[in-house]
């Protein structure tokens, strides 16, 4: 009986190692990920189209996905990521933290100031480490806060380069409320902000969130989940002067976190 060209070329393109489970395993990831590129809920032939397996591979794997709760099958028959994945993503999350602290205490070494890595959740930022300044000062900033985006250095950072029409949207759900009398509260304010931080390469947050506070952030490049780093402190010790020595030094420590998140590891 004869194969289709897809089928034969799956067959013969396997090897012992390939095969079997742990290939399964590499293609049910791989499905996971499109989902989640997809905004979390695709059918199975935008699957079989975007991964090029054939249905009867796809509707295998997501059989399993869905009886181990990694998956759900929605009334429309289309798929969408399963809730069993969130307890997963916060473990994760809070091992981000963990993994950045390194990198972190680098860069309070290097610039005197306190160091934080965050992240965007939903339409939040979550700060998952932080590093503090060995100067005696308190600041809004620690482990586990949330706040939305538009008032902060790392919100700016990481929304640089989402499309406008997005960004819009987003503010439109959360608000822009004033955390102090220098915060933006207008969309067209904040994408002009972002517009300055692709040109810059990073971005500030003057005394936007906290009066007295300013801080420097970028994002890290190909991280496994959005993700940025930054220094912060006193307005009066991180001023635009001192950006022209921070700024590289972010900017390197983000390069090398972002190799170790993806465990590309130098040899």
Not at 90 to 113: F, Q
Request: aromatic share 4%; glycine share 8%; hydrophobic share 40%.
């Amino acid at each position: 009986m004869p194969t289709s060209s897809a089928s034969t070329t799956d067959a013969s393109s396997k090897t012992p190692a390939a095969s079997g489970g742990v290939q399964s395993l590499e293609r049910a990831f791989d499905l996971l990920e499109r989902m989640a590129d997809a905004g979390g809920e695709v059918g199975l032939s935008e699957l079989s189209a975007a991964s090029g397996l054939p249905l009867p591979t796809i509707h295998r794997l997501m059989r399993t996905l869905v009886a181990c709760g990694y998956v759900r099958q929605q009334p429309n028959r289309r798929y969408s990521l399963g809730p069993r994945l969130i307890r997963l993503g916060e473990s994760a999350s809070r091992l981000l933290g963990t993994w950045a602290r390194p990198y972190l205490a680098r860069l309070v070494e290097e610039t005197g100031e306190t160091a934080n890595m965050a992240l965007l959740d939903g339409d939040e930022i979550v700060y998952v480490a932080q590093v503090p300044s060995k100067h005696s000062m308190r600041m809004f900033t620690e482990v586990g806060r949330r706040v939305l985006p538009h008032s902060t250095g790392v919100g700016k950072a990481l929304l640089a380069y989402t499309p406008a029409d997005e960004v819009r949207a987003l503010l439109a759900r959360t608000g822009m409320p004033a955390a102090t009398e220098k915060t933006i509260t207008t969309p067209e304010g904040f994408l002009d902000a972002l517009e300055q931080v692709r040109k810059s390469g990073y971005a500030v947050d003057d005394n936007e969130q906290e009066i007295g506070v300013r801080c420097l952030a970028v994002s890290v490049p190909n991280s496994p989940t959005a993700a940025a780093i930054s220094i912060s402190g006193p307005a009066g010790r991180v001023t635009e002067a001192v950006a022209e020595s921070f700024v590289p030094i972010l900017q390197g420590v983000a390069a090398e976190l972002s190799v170790a998140l993806s465990n590309q590891t130098p040899a």
